[in-house]
DNA sequence: TGCCCTCACCTAAAAGTTTTAGGCAAAAGC
DNA sequence: GCTTTTGCCTAAAACTTTTAGGTGAGGGCA
């Protein structure tokens, strides 16, 4: 009598990863997208462990789709102009999709993050500074301070604390990436 | 029969702040808050409006505390020993309060947030670059800048995203101190 | 075409969280 | 010792998570 969903763990996580933008990524709940399927709650469990799988897999999709943003915008990109385009990408990404972006940051524990596309994003800042001249140890301090950047600005901005003030956030953000590209050409040595 | 416990609006705040840095922020909850008090939940309420009311509470405390120190750590200080110095303020207190740092990013709604210590926290960076040679706009692009880092570089340490890789972080701090240093010293221009 | 088997989805139910409404007795004020 | 305040309680409704076990729809096979 009643006709067949449809269910699936793909389909549940990719309506999950929309409601993660329509609702924030912590209203995400196992209740919700049963109530967007319409189908009792229960049924979802044959799909998904638990709720915290679910942010899990909904958490890896994000990663998935933010590298393949990366790499598309990289190819073919070198220097300021490749770490400008990486910036946005991740800047943009959170615009979009604030939710999958919130995703992005949930903990994996350690087996899932190392296979988790979050290799590859490590993988590209380091392609990435291949236009500047730097030596280990110094490009991993590099990476590591692009990361803290980029994040530290994205979600900064998205949770309004840039607000209330002016120069507006898209001139800080020029001037910021400026700057990156500035300090990555003359990189200091070690006080 | 059931002698008194003495709740009050700060005793919760405070009491729910240990336990976020017990067991998450996300996870503190008003009836794990009850359960710690050995009291009824519905008591709580008599005390703080409701959950949302109970963590915005923790995230204000987590504040001031986080000014607090920032102010103490300022005092006497300038140039790069006050730059090391309010950096290491942020990433000690999450280490040492990764629940009450986590509630220190709860997004407050704007009138709160203009109410906060948030707004110190803003003011404390700008004192700092009195110590370096930027007028504005420059010296707002780096008081954004600076949060970034910082944010962005406790937060991903803290979420274990440095992890599985040499150099130690410890290390890239110093280093990330050092390039945040000259870089303020010598701002480039609009490009 | 008809049978069977898988599995998508269901009902039932237990346990936990949030929040409101109304009551009693312990403290506090006089 | 009285009243007033209010801290904490019981009761109850609404929602989320998760497990256990059942039924029928759909696909595979004769």
Redesign the interface.
Known sequence: MAPRVGLTTERLTQAGATLADEVGF?QVTVSELARRFDVKVASLYSHVRNSHDLKTRIALLALEELADRAADALAGRAGKDALVALANVYRDYAREHPGRYAAA?F?LD?ET??ASA?VRH?RMTRALLRGYDLDE??Q??AV??L???????V??EM?????????D?E??WS??L??LD??LR???P??
């Open positions: 912590d940051q903990r350690p993050a190392a979050g490590a140890p110094d991993t301090h590591r301070l990361g803290s950047v980029f994040h530290g600005y979600s900064i949770g309004g604390g840039f607000s209330h003030s002016a120069p956030t001139e800080t001037r910021v400026d700057a500035a300090l003359t990189w200091p070690a006080s």
